[in-house]
């Protein structure tokens, strides 16, 4: 671990995004200048999306795989990292409408401010703006990589509609959709920065295969926190996720322990949706679901980990690694105990 990634474990996200702040700002730019490339009509509804981003993880993570240096990316990589960003936010305006939610980033969802028919529209126009900049890449392949993502994505949504209410979705099946829906966009935005960054092809896969993990990683930590967060640290509507009679990874692995003890009765009435959310942080806690939970987040951030150690030793792999100590803590900062003290 070198000095940056040390002192970018205790200083959070902040310090991670240092190095690349003015990547981000131009990445700020440049979707902004995109505004005003939809039509007149709904520029102030796309405005509004564009407002509602968070973190940038994904454009961190581009920017991150495709670092040479200090010195200013490439056009390329900002425009890829603004691809990844729109289908991103396309994909938050569709999420909001599926889970009802209220909430983003502790504004009005587009689904609430708008209309659910506004922001279907709205979502598949942010999508078909984020085609229209890959196409314009002088080779196809940053199309054809968007375009696979943005299936994927819209798969894996489909399919966790088609087992909601199904308490008896396989973990294989769980982990299939969050590949799809959530790890996929992760993985590609990793690629594309290490192609338009000039890498090898071997380190491009393993930097997608490190997207990978940590995009699994992430949705782990998401599918934990709408169970036992706090909704106004985190900025967002909680709790959709059993209400819509999603069997995300916590609740499979809890009906899985009552089932092993007998506890049919529970196990009927978490899946009517009886639980009172202090039942189910008992539980929780009675069957240490959250170190269940935790040991499976932090298996795929050393699985991720291990997919660039092969790689030698530069300044780019030391840049994309620094990116787990933002992830890391991520569990310790919505803990079950904190859940059951409110």
């Known amino acids: 671990m070198n000095a940056f990634q040390k002192s970018s474990r205790y200083a959070g996200f902040d310090a991670i995004i240092a190095p690349i702040a003015s990547r981000l700002s131009a990445l700020d730019a440049y979707i902004d200048s995109q505004v005003s490339e939809f039509e007149e009509e709904i520029q102030d509804l796309v405005r509004y999306c564009v407002a509602n981003q968070g973190k940038r993880i994904r454009a961190t993570l581009t920017f991150l795989s495709a670092w040479g240096g200090p010195q200013e990316p490439s056009e390329a990589v900002v425009k890829a990292a603004a691809v990844i960003e729109l289908v991103h936010l396309a994909t938050l305006v569709h999420d909001d409408i599926l ?28 999508f078909s703006q984020a085609l229209k900049l890959a196409s314009e890449f002088p080779t196809t392949d940053v199309c054809r990589a968007v375009s696979r993502a943005t299936r994927q994505v819209c798969t894996g949504e489909i399919e966790q509609i088609f087992q909601r209410g199904n308490a008896d979705v396989s973990l294989e099946g769980y982990y ?16 594309l920065g290490a192609g338009l960054g000039g890498y090898s092809v071997e380190y491009a896969q393993a930097a997608a295969r490190f997207g990978q993990h940590l995009g699994i990683a992430y949705q782990i930590f998401d599918d934990w926190a709408d169970l036992v967060a706090d ?11 059993l209400a819509t009679g999603k069997f995300t990874l916590p609740l499979l692995l809890l009906v899985q322990k009552m089932r092993q003890e007998g506890c049919s009765d529970q196990v009927k009435r978490l899946i009517a949706n009886k639980l009172s959310p202090s039942e189910l942080m008992a539980l929780f806690a009675e069957y240490a679901i959250e170190e269940l939970v935790r040991g499976r987040f932090m298996g795929e951030l050393k699985q991720g980990e291990a997919c660039l150690s092969s790689l030698p030793d530069d300044s780019s792999k030391c840049m994309l690694m620094s990116i787990l100590y933002f992830f890391e803590p991520l569990m310790e900062a919505h803990t079950l105990s904190k859940a059951l003290s409110v």
């Open 176 to 191: 299939r959709v969050i590949r799809l829906k959530t790890a996929e966009l992760f993985e590609v935005a990793c690629a």
């Open 231 to 241: 909704e106004e640290a985190i900025g967002k509507t909680l709790g959709t996720d």
């Open 99 to 126: 889970d009802e939610a209220t909430l983003r980033r502790n504004r009005l969802t587009a689904d609430k401010k708008y209309g659910s028919k506004i922001a279907v529209l709205l979502g598949d126009a942010l």
